[in-house]
């Protein structure tokens, strides 16, 4: 049993995350296995082992005063013990007596001199609410996904087989260990966060020095401060009758957990070049080498605005170099697109089908762009990749990547890594966004899913069939009536979700969805669902146009009106081809193969299949639009028969592109 655990660290240790990685590393494995078989592994006597005796975490804490009395007596002083002895489910990071002694000797203070806000502010440093995080979810060198209950983000680092240090400052001593409402790490420090905002810890940096001095002077530093929107008040009910009175932001209503978000959060990220990488690959060694660049580049894209030389306006070249380099969502590595690539409840699984790339859009703080992400398989021999940003003429040497050595720097209300190049919206960049198919998660609209930890690319085994509601004006991009109720569903290994995730109205709803920028161009505008018998009927618009008669969404594609037939099924076509034109011809199209359903509970033999094999997953075209300017555009749905509106995907497909498109 020893011998398994110390497998499954070493496979964590060494990044393996897709089969094709494995098989080719299983000499490697072997070997390293037959190094740590049991005869060489110390047997450890049966009463050091923990036995879960139905103790909560306030419980155990307390309970072993002679290791954790320090903590114990914090989350007295603080109010937060009784939390930690609540129903629910709560990961904790408890600190030894040693640990806590260690950090007031750092501060000069004792545990009287601290406010009880700042114990408060401690200790939910050291606690994540709602999620049970084991250590199996541990990626080496990323934040774990879910935040603290003070908003922060916890970084891990592997030093060894089960050594894992958090935030550079904290080592892991005992993991995983069970109690009755979550699960317990101890560790040897107080877990160490900054305490400064995203534009402090830019300026702070001194490796950044011309990007900060840039960052200044277009005046981008004061767009990085806000924290949080302290007007926000989170509702006590669902409207439309869907439930009752929340308890602690949670109910239970239709056989589905909703949560209420309890806070509105601001985040950002900034991915920059460091000074060093400024000098070596374009001689620039000040800010007068900063502007000429920009100019270079944005001059040529907006020739209009050439002549603006204030710094401040969003129409300056400096201002927009800087300003692309910035995006209003906080965004550790792994959640730019690994997690959407992994959104399994299970680690590394996901409804992705592994072996095509994933593509995924953030518009930044450079008004009217785009950058793209993407995962880049196979890129070596064993490795695939992942933030590879803006990659053209499909030459992987083009594209912008992330620094390993320094990325995930925390900061309160943001984010910042480093890159290896500048970030640019040049006129490749945007050609390459104009010349190919834009598949468009709506969860991407909307950075309020991001900054407030509610979309994390991956499900819970704790809570299947998880969901969240949101107030009206919780959303920049979103306007509704108030008979619309937005809700977003994570991860469930059940559905067949593109990036394992869906937005969802219910009731009489009548809302307006802002999309990211489009290049200009004429493009076939499509819209992603898959029908159920629970949903509902509605007329759907696009920049106030309708778009056709309304659409049935508990209609399965099976249904003549659309003419669905099985790949595989005929043998006259027995890829689906032929089909596919029947069904284009009535405007709709079978569901792109590239991701699956991951359980069999709902869809049999067809459940890790890709969705063309799913009659209940399909494509609506919207129809032809012609966009003039790379702008956002309205995508409105409104209820004619009540029931749930399901929103996958949208599609922007360049006319010259459906001539050679797959079905991927």
Known sequence: ???????????????????????????????????????????????????????????????????????????????????????????????????????????????????????????????????????????????????????????????????????????????????????????????????????????????????????????????????????????????????????????????????????????????????????????????????????????????????????????????????????????????????????????????????????????????????????????????DEFNVFNMVNDDPATAIRINRDNYDNDAINGIYHEIDDILVYSPMVEQMLASKRLRMNPASFFYELTNNRIRIGHGTPEYPSQGWFFPQGYFERFKGSNTSALLYCDSDDRWPDYMGDEVRADGLYDFEAITLPIPKGTYEVRFGYHATNNRGVAQLYFDDYPVGIPLDLRILASDPKIGYVRPGSDSDDPYGYENDKAMRNRGYMKAPATFKTLSPTYYGDAYNSNVRYQENCLRRILGIFTFDEMTTHRFRVVAVKSGQFHFDWLEFVPLEVLEYEDIY
């Open 1 to 383: 049993m020893q011998t398994n655990k110390i497998g499954n660290q070493v496979c964590q240790i060494l990044g393996f995350q897709h089969s094709k990685r494995f098989s080719k590393s299983l000499m490697l494995i072997m070997l390293i296995m037959s190094l740590l078989s049991p005869s060489c592994v110390e047997e450890i006597p049966e009463e050091s082992y923990y036995t879960f005796k139905g103790e909560t975490a306030g419980q155990y804490i307390t309970n072993r005063p002679e290791s954790y009395s320090e903590f114990a007596l914090l989350l007295e002083k603080s109010g937060v013990m009784p939390l930690l002895n609540a129903y629910g489910k709560y990961t904790c990071f408890v600190p030894s007596n040693e640990g806590m002694q260690k950090y007031y000797e750092a501060k000069g203070k004792t545990l009287d001199d601290f406010t009880v806000e700042e114990l408060r502010e401690i200790a939910f440093d050291h606690i994540i609410k709602g999620f049970e995080v084991t250590s199996k979810e541990f990626v080496n060198g990323a934040s774990l996904l879910n935040q603290t209950m003070s908003g922060r983000n916890i970084k891990v680092d592997f030093e060894g087989l089960f050594e894992y240090r958090l935030n550079s400052s904290s080592l892991i001593t005992d993991s995983d260990v069970e109690v009755h409402n979550g699960l317990i790490h101890i560790v040897d420090n107080v877990i160490i966060h900054t305490a400064l905002r995203l534009d402090e810890v830019i300026l702070a940096d001194e490796n950044f020095k011309l990007f900060a001095e840039a960052l200044v002077l277009t005046g981008f530093d004061q767009k990085l401060t806000p924290i949080e929107d302290e007007s926000y008040v989170p509702p006590l009910s669902l409207p439309n009758g869907l439930g009752g009175t929340a308890v602690d932001g949670e109910f239970w209503t239709l056989g589905r957990l909703y949560r209420i978000p309890q806070s509105k959060k601001y985040g950002f990220t900034a991915l920059m070049p460091s000074d060093a990488t400024l000098n070596e690959k374009y001689g620039i060694t000040d800010i007068e080498g900063i502007k000429k660049k920009a100019s270079e580049i944005y001059d040529e894209i907006y020739p209009q605005d050439a002549g603006i030389s204030d710094p401040t306006d969003p129409r300056n070249s400096l201002n927009r170099f800087i300003g692309y380099h910035l995006i209003a969502k906080k965004l550790p590595w792994n959640l730019f697109i690994y997690q959407y690539f992994n959104s399994g409840s299970t680690p590394n699984t996901g409804h992705a089908i592994r072996t095509f790339d994933m593509f995924e859009y953030m518009e930044p703080m450079c008004a009217n762009t785009l950058i793209e992400v993407r995962t880049l398989l196979g890129a070596g021999d064993m490795f």
